[in-house]
């Protein structure tokens, strides 16, 4: 049986940075109008199972009956089985249960967060990321018809489908020799020392950013890297900046609608397997892909490592061409 999965974040795009910037608001119906599309295209490509997460929205159980309702269903569509916490873990949780399961490719809607919970939740499932989220440098802004397109194709490949894929890199986080966490984007490191909203955005409070990639056409803080120095997701080496009252000013979109001067004191290329190490003054939080996860006491000693062992992240345009030279649009 070749199936997918779809991890659809009902609380994304709704953190604090909505009442400090200009972002875009992507509702739950519209995330559930996406599933649909995802579903349709999947069971029009020859998918014979989807699997859900389950959600406070209950978004997999909404597209069930609209599409039920509308007798368009075809595919077996399955809700995940397992109390729900409202958190990032439920996303580990399913992602995990859907590795488990062998589903054959991974698709979710979220933002950055979203995308890096699922990631710690797979190790060889190919992975799409649809932005519904409020940083979406890992996401990409696709057509939900296209993204089930891709899913099942890469479904219906198997391992084949690795080759229209890209493994991508991945921030291991030590704290005093112990890994604590990972971010596929960043990890930024801020005087912040309470969670608070999860959510990062005061530009006043950032000390370090280490990024895995990073371009001044994205929104937040890896766009401050990015404006220094950009690094593409098929470079073998990731970058780290300090930040302070003097050295290099540049210009990054921090935040939807929000350019802000910042100064870019130091700056260093890490190799992949190298590390960015320092040791911390103060107290600190690590946000990882915009969300503040890692506390830091004074002394502690920080390794921030860069690796290619990040999930295989579909490439839907490559991933389509190839569906197309091996036929599978091709009807009788």
């Known amino acids: 049986m070749t199936s997918i ?16 910037s200009y972002a875009t608001t992507i509702d739950n119906n519209e995330k559930v109008n996406i599933c649909k599309r995802i579903v349709l295209a999947a069971q029009g490509m020859g998918v014979d199972e989807v699997v859900f997460m389950p959600d406070t929205f209950m978004i997999g159980c909404a597209v069930l009956d609209s599409l039920e309702s509308d007798r368009v ?3 077996k569509l399955d809700l995940l089985d397992f109390e729900i916490e409202a958190t990032l873990a439920d996303t580990i949780r399913a992602a995990e249960m859907m590795e488990e399961r062998g589903v054959g490719a ?3 809607l979220g933002g950055d967060g979203t995308s ?23 996401p990409a802004m696709m057509e939900g018809t296209v993204a089930g397109m891709a899913a099942a194709a890469a479904a219906l ?3 084949a489908a690795r080759e229209c894929c890209v493994r991508d890199k991945k921030i291991s986080v030590y704290v005093n020799g112990v890994l604590r966490d990972i971010a596929l984007i960043d990890a930024v ?5 309470y969670a608070g909203a999860k959510a ?22 890896s766009a401050v890297a990015g404006a220094y120095e950009i690094v593409e997701d098929t470079d073998d080496f990731g970058l780290a900046i300090t930040l302070g009252s003097s050295g290099r000013g540049v210009l990054a979109p921090i935040a939807a609608g929000v350019l802000t001067p910042v100064r870019v004191q130091s700056a260093e290329r890490i190799p992949l397997g190298g590390d960015y190490a320092f040791t911390a003054e103060d107290r600190c939080m690590i946000a990882l892909d915009g969300e503040r996860e890692v506390r830091v006491q004074p002394g502690d000693e920080v390794r921030l490592r860069i690796d290619r062992d990040g999930p295989w992240r579909i490439l839907p345009r490559k991933m389509l061409s190839r569906a197309a030279e091996l036929g599978m649009y091709n009807v009788e």
């Open 116 to 138: 890096r919970a699922a990631a710690k939740g797979i190790s060889s499932t190919p992975l799409m990321s649809i932005s519904t989220g409020t940083n979406n440098v890992y």
């Open 189 to 193: 490191v801020s005087d912040d020392f």
């Open 5 to 20: 999965g779809i991890i659809a974040n009902p609380a994304s795009g709704k953190d604090i940075r909505r009442l400090v």
């Open 200 to 221: 990062i955005w005061d530009p006043e409070r950032i000390r370090r950013i280490a990024v895995t990639r990073c371009h001044p056409a994205t929104i937040g803080f």
């Open 106 to 108: 991974l698709v979710v």
């Open 73 to 75: 269903l075809k595919v």
């Open 157 to 159: 490949m198997g391992d």
